[in-house]
Nanobody
Framework: QVQLVESGGGLVQAGGSLRLSCAAS????????MGWFRQAPGKEREFVAA????????YYASSVKGRFTISRDNSKNTLFLQMNSLKPEDTALYYC????????????????WGQGTQVTVSS
């Protein structure tokens, strides 16, 4: 079973940047598709970005494409999300998760959720 711990969230002004990290332990983490999701108060959890196990394929939600970059360092068991040009609507609790499926954005395909890291963007 893979355990995931997110970090790097915080308070930033609109237009600013943050880099989220997700440290993985246990299981065969390198063989999984990894993803970032977010959940704002009163809203459902939504897909943000995903990356294949080798890092060669990425996929983004249209709302973040061109502003966010997902990457992974398998040698350090770490997943990243570089977030630039942040907007107030990006405010949410951000989660990382793993999937045994090929590249996917479906919530139900992911498991082993971390506890989340809060991102707050002020206007």
């Amino acid at each position: 079973q893979v355990q995931l711990v997110e970090s790097g969230g915080g308070l930033v002004q609109a237009g600013g940047s943050l880099r989220l990290s997700c440290a993985a332990s246990g299981g065969t983490w390198r063989h999984y598709t990894m993803g970032w999701f977010r959940q704002a108060p009163g809203k459902e959890r939504e897909f943000v970005a995903a990356i294949s196990w080798g890092g060669g394929t990425t996929y983004y939600a249209s709302s973040v494409k061109g502003r966010f970059t997902i990457s992974r360092d398998n040698s350090k068991n770490t997943l990243f999300l570089q977030m630039n040009s942040l907007k107030p609507e990006d405010t949410a609790l951000y989660y990382c998760a793993v999937s045994g499926a090929p590249m996917t954005s479906k919530l139900q395909d992911f498991g082993s959720w971390g506890q989340g890291t809060q991102v707050t963007v002020s206007s």
